[in-house]
T-cell receptor
């Protein structure tokens, strides 16, 4: 069965600093991978997704993620964090074979300090 | 603007009462989903519907029921059989069953007193 691990429950960074949120997945074949962002009390918004091809994926709001098959990882990065990036971030995985449900990680809450 | 609406945003109910959460989409999507979100547990799938008049149990369906009589609507009923109903509930939709992107509504926070 597929699974997703986000090892960091909470991360604090200074505004303007770089950010990396970790995501590790467990799946036998090449998965479809997603990052979503959730502002407090709101729904989820898709930041970016990886299906195939270039392993470095660009998303909205200046975010990018890199798929590393050898490490079963799909870490989310941003070179310079803005205060408005404070939110909870969810990594998700889906089987690439046929129609399968999406499995979400437990989330990483990002705090941005001035 | 197309999107998903959920109502109400906050809902309070007494223990033992059934309550229905509304979810409407105008994206012309075939598939719709209900998730439950609890702190530190991510999103867990309650029910999903691939098409009108069809729905399937997700991972945590006990104590919940749904209907899909119209393409645009997928209401969720939290019954008195649900042992711990207080949570944040998210509705989502996609073009087809677990297609490449799911679109989420703003959520309903249910508190059972």
């Amino acid at each position: 069965a597929q699974s997703v691990t986000q090892p960091d429950i909470h991360i604090t960074v200074s505004e303007g600093a770089s950010l990396e949120l970790r995501c590790n997945y467990s799946y036998g074949a090449t998965p479809y991978l997603f990052w979503y962002v959730q502002s407090p009390g709101q729904g989820l918004q898709l930041l970016l997704k990886y299906f195939s091809g270039d392993t470095l994926v660009q998303g909205i709001k200046g975010f990018e993620a890199e798929f590393k098959r050898s490490q079963s990882s799909f870490n989310l990065r941003k070179p310079s964090v803005h205060w408005s990036d404070a939110a909870e971030y969810f990594c998700a995985v889906r089987s690439s074979g046929g129609y399968q449900k999406v499995t979400f990680g437990t989330g990483t809450k990002l705090q941005v300090i001035p | 603007d197309g999107g998903i609406t959920q109502s109400p945003k906050y809902l309070f109910r007494k223990e033992g009462q059934n309550v229905t959460l509304s979810c409407e989409q105008n994206l012309n999507h075939d598939a719709m989903y209900w998730y439950r979100q609890d702190p530190g547990q991510g999103l867990r799938l309650i029910y999903y519907s691939q098409i009108v008049n069809d729905f399937q149990k997700g991972d945590i369906a006990e104590g919940y029921s749904v209907s899909r009589e119209k393409k645009e609507s997928f209401p969720l009923t939290v019954t008195s059989a649900q042992k711990n109903p207080t949570a944040f509930y998210l509705c989502a939709s996609s073009i087809e069953y677990f297609a490449n992107e799911q679109f989420f509504g703003p959520g309903t926070r249910l508190t059972v007193l």
